[in-house]
Nanobody, 122 residues
Framework: QVQLVESGGGLVQAGGSLRLSCAASGSILAINSMEWYRQAPGKQRELVAGISSGGSTNYEDSVKGRFSISRDNAKKTVYLQMNSLKPEDTAVYYC????????????????WGQGTQVTVSS
């Protein structure tokens, strides 16, 4: 069984910073892409940032220059450093990973974390 556990959310004033972490655990052979999504009330879940197993990154336009995604493969952890936060960044942030389990017969599966709330006050 594979689990993703997020941490680091909270309440911050506009202009402030937060760092989200997402640790994968369980019977994991390899982790391919790792991504952060967010979902604000009344809106669809959207991709915020992604990072490949080789370290290539991509960002949603509104967070470019403010957010930074990184990963520690030894710790099976992905991070999202969020700077210059704005009220419109308020959402539940979800971690996603494309995982090759040890006992998955060579097939990759999608896993999601439970979500962590980020609230930015004006």
């Amino acid at each position: 069984q594979v689990q993703l556990v997020e941490s680091g959310g909270g309440l911050v004033q506009a202009g402030g910073s937060l760092r989200l972490s997402c640790a994968a655990s369980g019977s994991i052979l390899a982790i391919n892409s790792m991504e952060w999504y967010r979902q604000a009330p009344g809106k669809q879940r959207e991709l915020v940032a992604g990072i490949s197993s080789g370290g290539s990154t991509n960002y949603e336009d509104s967070v470019k220059g403010r957010f930074s995604i990184s990963r520690d493969n030894a710790k099976k952890t992905v991070y999202l450093q969020m700077n210059s936060l704005k009220p419109e960044d308020t959402a539940v942030y979800y971690c996603y990973a494309r995982v090759l389990p040890k006992y998955g017969l060579g097939q990759e599966y999608d896993y999601w974390g439970q979500g962590t709330q980020v609230t930015v006050s004006s």
